[in-house]
């Protein structure tokens, strides 16, 4: 089983709807990330949380909001979609110490029509 | 965090080294070098990463300017499967967050 899961892998949806992704870690790490990457381009941070209580904004967090319920479970939401949300999106995990590298999600591709 | 400025695309022949140089002029004295590659669309997967001396791993080699204005990833053999796009990041190994520019897409030839 992959150390970073995410859920639903792909999903096709309308504008104006609610989506929620959905990312769990087994790594124990208290880092957990939300990146965005449209074709062609690179990973852009949507939010980011140290821990349960802490919540911070990315470079690109208007549209999106984040709930961390517990430490090993991060999800995002789109509140109401719309199309140019259409991306693949990614949660990734680091620990406090030691490189600090990023582990990854194999990624949620998300089309709102 | 630094900025770093990276080749959009290069060739490399199966079998042969595939140096990837990064461009990071404007680092701080306490801000690390890594590297990451993306195959496909699959999530981003950690290289190595230094901060002045050269380091080397069972995927790569980094090797960093005494300067630390530069540096360039190392594949010794590249194979068919070393075929993705690779980022180079500087930051702080503390730091909040990794900002990803648009990297090197790389491609072994057969």
């Known amino acids: 089983d992959a150390d970073v899961t995410q859920t639903p892998r792909n999903r096709i949806t309308k504008t104006g709807k609610r989506i929620m992704l959905e990312c769990s870690q087994t790594k124990g790490h208290d880092r957990m990330y939300w990146y965005r990457q449209d074709p062609g381009l690179g990973l852009r941070l949507i939010y980011y949380s140290f821990d349960v209580k802490d919540i911070n904004k990315g470079e690109i967090s208007d549209g999106y909001s984040v709930s961390r319920q ?44 | 965090d630094a900025k770093t400025t990276q080749p959009t695309s290069m060739d490399c022949a199966e079998g042969r080294a595939a140096n990837l140089p990064c461009n990071h002029s404007t680092i701080s004295g306490n801000e690390y070098v ?42 010794p053999h590249a194979t068919l499967r070393d075929t993705a796009v690779y980022y180079c990041i500087v930051r702080v190994n503390t730091g909040n967050q990794f900002y990803f520019g648009t990297g090197t897409s790389l491609t072994v030839i057969p």
Not at chain 2, 53 to 70: C, F, G, P, V, Y
Request: hydrophobic share 35%.
């Open chain 1, 70 to 113: 517990a430490q090993a479970k991060f999800s995002l939401s789109l509140e109401s979609a719309i199309p140019n949300q259409t991306a693949l999106y990614f949660c990734a995990t680091s620990e406090v110490g030691g490189g600090g590298e990023l582990f990854f999600g194999e990624g949620s591709r998300l089309t709102v029509l």
């Open chain 2, 34 to 75: 890594y590297w990451y590659r993306q195959i496909h669309s699959q999530g981003p997967q950690y290289i190595i990463h230094g901060l002045k001396n050269n380091e080397t791993n069972e995927m790569a080699s980094l090797i960093i300017t005494e300067d630390r204005k530069s540096s360039t990833l190392i594949l």
